[in-house]
């Protein structure tokens, strides 16, 4: 009888295990290689964060923080939370170590897990993976476009082009405040039930949010803020618009858009692949111009994003493609015998240190389990050793695509091999 776990992850919480796991990292990295490049330097930040952080910086009229985020007091008593997003750690890191009295704009990037408690959906989990970049203290409508392009490159990298960016303006300080009340007075005028008047009181845009349609049936005709921006922030948005022409990244833009955050101002973003449902978003961001202040900082600007990996996989799962290489190695050893083992770990320690992935079939195999080892551990050759190859100094070197095998010098073999790999990522 097999004696099965009495364990299982966290429900929405996944695993990403082998081979599958490749094109994970191989999203992950993608998506961070197109913000290196825009010179997004690297930022690690912690897993838990002081509550109130989030509660202040995300907005208490969320959803994040009203019902989705993993709170609890540590030993001490103090209240931690998981951290639910990246921006707002990001903008206590850039505070706490005074990166904003250096060099501006301070451009930063991270990756890693962030934690929600909503409904586990495809692509859509407890413990969610994100990619992020954010870009502080410059008020630059061609920083923000910057910054959308960077998500666009980092999509378009990886082969996806099903998806589309919507954009729109949620203003700023010189005419939200008159659009707050003016949304407020139609809103209060609806027949909403009670907790949704008590969200229109803190926060109206989140009504807006609203995902049910019977909210999404009565806010229908509701004021948006593109129609009402100020002259400053609607030619903001205007050049925005325009460095995204001239950059060659297509948009449309929905005036009806409202994050899930409350800190955005001004250019407000998300990129969407109809592939996926309803659950439609990849990923997106936006401005938010008085984050920094609100959390004890200088009063400067900063705008970024934050990428699904989950769900941009899904995407490609939409468009029947992939990301990345399931093989673990590119030349997997098969020993004959204890000295041709210990030959062969000295030859893949070799090969590793010259840059090639190497596995070995351990544990004493047959020549026939040994193969049927290296056939699933997709590497693109074989090397064969037996007592036989060691007394004439050889390796038999075996191309597992076409199954053609030939002798070289064991004295040779990693150059031989390398130029044999060399030759074979050519061919494809």
Known sequence: MTKTSSFSAPKGVPDYLPPGSAEFVAVREGLLRAARLAGYGHIELPIFEDTNLFARGVGESTDVVTKEMYTFPDRGDRSVTLRPEGTAGVMRAVIEHGLDRGQLPVKLSYAGPFFRYERPQAGRYRQLQQVGIEAIGVDDPALDAEVIAVADAGFRGLGLDEFRLE????????????YRELLQE???????????????????????????????????DAPVMIDHLSESAKAHFDQVLAHLGALGVPYVVNPRMVRGLDYYTKTTFEFVHDGLGAQSGIGGGGRYDGLMAELGGQPLSGIGFGLGVDRTMLALAAEGKSAGHSARCEVFGVPLGEP???????????????????DL????????????????SGAALAVVLGD?????????????ATGEQREIPLSEAVGVIREALAHQRVAR
């Open 186 to 220: 139609y809103l209060f005028e609806l027949p909403l039930d009670e907790e949704t008047k008590r969200r229109a009181r803190l926060n109206p845009l989140r009504v807006l949010d609203d995902k049910r349609p019977e909210v999404r049936t009565l806010t229908a």
């Open 167 to 178: 954009i729109t303006s949620l203003g700023d300080e010189t005419c939200r405040p008159q």
């Open 388 to 400: 036989r190859d060691l007394a004439r100094n050889t390796l038999g070197l075996k191309n597992l």
């Open 361 to 376: 079939a351990y544990g004493g195999r047959g020549v026939k389990g040994a193969m049927k080892a290296a056939d699933r």
């Open 340 to 358: 041709a083992k210990q030959r062969l770990v000295v030859l893949a320690a070799q090969l590793r240190a010259a840059g090639v992935a190497v």
